[in-house]
């Protein structure tokens, strides 16, 4: 089993990590659409017509490299953008 660190030491397995940002990813879904009504993409701003994803601004990958595995499951972290602006975000975050 793959074992990751927080900034704060503390040892996690990867599918407690799984977990936790698949719940974070839940709550931001839900609390955007509490606080307007609906939901959209934080980018372009469209809701309609297009699939919305859960972006991470610092990504799982880099964060379980970078011993901040916290970051994955850190609602701050987690941004909704539309399947375009989630690509076009993560292609910039590789350069």
């Not at 609906?38 to 309609?48: G, I, K």
């Not at 916290?70 to 609602?75: F, G, I, M, P, R």
């Not at 941004?79 to 989630?86: A, G, L, N, T």
Request: proline share 0%; glycine share 2%.
């Amino acid at each position: 089993m793959n074992h990751y660190y927080t900034s704060e030491e503390e040892r996690i397995s990867k599918s407690v990590i799984d977990a936790r940002t698949k719940e974070a990813k839940k709550n931001a879904l839900s609390e955007q659409f509490w606080e307007y009504g609906y939901n959209f993409c934080v980018d372009c701003l469209r809701s309609t017509g297009v699939y919305l994803d859960c972006s991470h601004t610092i990504s799982v990958d880099e964060a379980q490299k970078t011993r901040r595995s916290e970051l994955a499951y850190d609602k701050d972290n987690i941004k909704v953008r539309c399947r375009e602006c989630h690509i076009k975000h993560d292609s910039k975050s590789k350069l």
